[in-house]
């Protein structure tokens, strides 16, 4: 295989194994583009690629920025709170005038789950979901995915626990879903208020005991707490969360057993997670977002394989 199916990346769902393959072994030639002094390749110099945000980021913003800058393309930035969108416009408007100043491919973030899809169905260039609302966050998988790979030489038959806000997260589903295509078992852990009850269909173990999951892991991807997306509280405060569910170093010394720690970020220092595990020697944090610029351009690049021919 030396492309992608589709002309959009909208969700893991919808990748094949043998895709997912091909990106980690694309993002492996920009990993070591990405050591060289001069960290750049022309490969995308002949696109145009506009990102465009309506809800807040900063690692997915800047490492598909950055990613673009790499690779040689001409880049747009377009952000909802300072657009015509605050006069009305609608999505599929905006996104077509932007396309008219001849833009090849679109980052797409928005609060939505399925705006993406929207927009796909409706013009003709590549689509890439930076995250829909609740539903999937694909390159975020694939560097999560690509980072654990990295870390322990393979994913399959491997036990990665996804702990805390699974209910808010897009991070967990399409986690869930690269995941177990490349062969990982998967236990979803928060309190119940915290868990959808559609989670049972995607064939995960479920718990609400943390240290019964953090006994059974290999790789504990630790979840933001998303409280600006909550209607209703979903537990007591902050400070029970933390007290049990927050991952620390006294519930892993009772473990007493390496365990590697991930976070897509951006972390709640001290609510889901506390500060002495999050910059410990087990912790990928970092590693994630550095291998995000790898696994962003590794996505870009292949799309635009698509439009070359
Ligand atoms: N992990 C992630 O999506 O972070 P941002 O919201 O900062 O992009």
């Not at 100043?101 to 260039?125: E, L, T």
């Not at 019964?212 to 998303?226: G, K, S, T």
């Not at 209607?231 to 969360?241: A, M, Q, T, V």
Request: aromatic content about 4%.
């Amino acid at each position: 295989m030396e492309k992608l199916l589709s002309k959009d990346l909208l969700g893991i769902k919808d990748l094949t194994v043998e895709e997912m393959n091909l990106i980690f072994e694309t993002a492996d030639k920009f990993k070591e583009v990405l050591q060289r002094p001069i960290k750049k390749v022309p490969s995308l110099r002949h696109m145009t690629i506009a990102n465009v945000f309506f809800e807040n980021s900063t690692r997915t913003k800047l490492s598909f920025e950055l990613a673009q800058k790499r690779l040689s393309a001409d880049i747009i930035n377009f952000s909802s709170s300072l657009s015509s969108i605050k006069k009305g416009e609608s999505l599929l408007d905006t996104i077509n005038n932007i396309l008219v100043m001849k833009v090849d491919m679109i980052v797409m973030r928005h609060p939505d789950p399925g705006a993406p899809h929207f927009i796909s169905k409706n013009i003709k260039a590549s689509v890439i979901n930076a995250g829909d609302g609740t539903h999937e966050h694909p390159t975020q998988a694939l560097l999560d995915s690509y980072t654990i790979k990295e870390r322990l030489g393979n994913i399959k038959n491997k036990k990665i626990a996804i702990i805390g806000d699974i209910l808010h997260s897009r991070v967990a589903i399409s986690n869930i879903y690269a995941l177990q295509k490349l062969g990982a078992k998967v236990m979803i852990c928060g309190p119940s208020t915290l868990i959808p009850k559609h989670i049972s269909s995607l064939n995960v173990l479920i718990e609400n005991n943390v240290e019964n999951a953090l006994r059974w892991c290999n790789v504990a991807n630790v979840l933001r707490i998303q409280l600006e997306r909550q209607g209703s509280n979903k537990f007591p405060s902050l400070r029970e969360y933390s007290q049990y569910f927050g991952i620390n170093k006294k519930l892993l010394d009772k473990i007493d057993r390496d365990i590697i720690i991930m976070h897509p970020g951006p972390i709640n220092r001290g609510v889901e997670i506390s500060s002495d595990i999050a910059d410990s020697n087990n912790s990928l944090i970092l590693e994630q977002v550095e291998n995000g610029v790898a696994i962003r351009m590794a996505v870009m690049y292949l799309l635009s394989l698509n439009k070359l021919q």
